[in-house]
């Protein structure tokens, strides 16, 4: 079977958006999501910029999420945070309604230094969860292909784990596009007797330099295949596109057949790529 001809299947299906800087940019998004809820999304989330730079923006945007009336999380990240400022920011994500949490390490700008009184994401889900009980479902980062700064594969596992201890509900991945990485790694979680979803985060292709920086930046594997056609491409959007169409969607169903309990799309603030995702895969 190909993506192109798969049945609908239900299955859920979230989107994540990054907080506008611009008005302009604010009525774009406004669009984009009326475009994607056609998708009818398990739930929207909103990135938090490191150290708070864009609370304002995220939970704004977190905001007007549930006021179209559809389910949001608002990432959150600690580093920098001290713990009475995440008292706060929990207290006011609670009194607008916000029910899931995507919590998070988060990365300083360099030369920022590490600063706060959290460490790493396991203290933020504790915290949270010794400060809110279930008032929120907690979702947190999953690396299939290893977080950049991990000392080793396992380390990096445990680090997973010991999320999970400290309370979290379930996962996103970061985007990658080798489904056996994302397997083995959910193999892995559950031979710890881990038994959270992990759902894959899925990257729409859009373009060729910009996913090339983000992924050397956050340590997701191009494979050479896939970055020598995109170089190939050039400056040639539409063959870009539709090359990374076929990719994504190819992508997606492997995972589909895998059983994976959803797919994250980080939209990037843009509707049609990952509408026509959703389309082929008859999502
Ligand atoms: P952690 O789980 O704390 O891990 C960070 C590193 O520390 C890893 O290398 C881990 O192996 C290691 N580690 C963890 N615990 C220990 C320990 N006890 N001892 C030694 N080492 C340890 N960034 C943002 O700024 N804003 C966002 O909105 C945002 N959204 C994201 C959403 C998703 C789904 C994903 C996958 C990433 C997102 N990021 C975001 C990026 C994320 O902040 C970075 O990847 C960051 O470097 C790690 O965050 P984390 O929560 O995974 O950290």
Known sequence: MTAANAPATGLPVSFEFFPPKTPEGAEKLRTVRQQLYASKPEFCSVTYGAGGSTQEGTFGTVQEILAEGVSAASHFSCVGATRQSVREQLATLKSMGVRRLVALRGDLPSGYGM??????????????????????????????????QAKSPEADLQAFAAKVHAGADSAITQYFF??????????????????????PGIMPIMGSSQLMRFSDACGAEIPRWIRLRLQGFGDDTASIRAFGL????????????????????????????????CRRLGL
């Open 115 to 148: 600063g706060g009184e959290f460490h790493y994401a396991s203290d933020l889900v504790a915290f949270i969860r010794a400060e809110t009980g279930r008032d929120f479902h907690i979702e947190v980062a999953a690396y299939p292909e290893v977080h950049p």
């Open 246 to 277: 076929d990719v994504v969607a190819s992508l997606c169903e492997q995972l589909r057949q895998r059983g994976v309990p959803g797919l994250h799309f980080y939209t990037m603030n843009q509707s049609a790529t990952t509408l026509e995702l």
């Open 178 to 199: 080798n489904a056996d990485a994302y397997e083995r790694f959910v193999n892995d979680v559950r031979r710890l007797g881990l038994d959270v979803p992990v759902v």
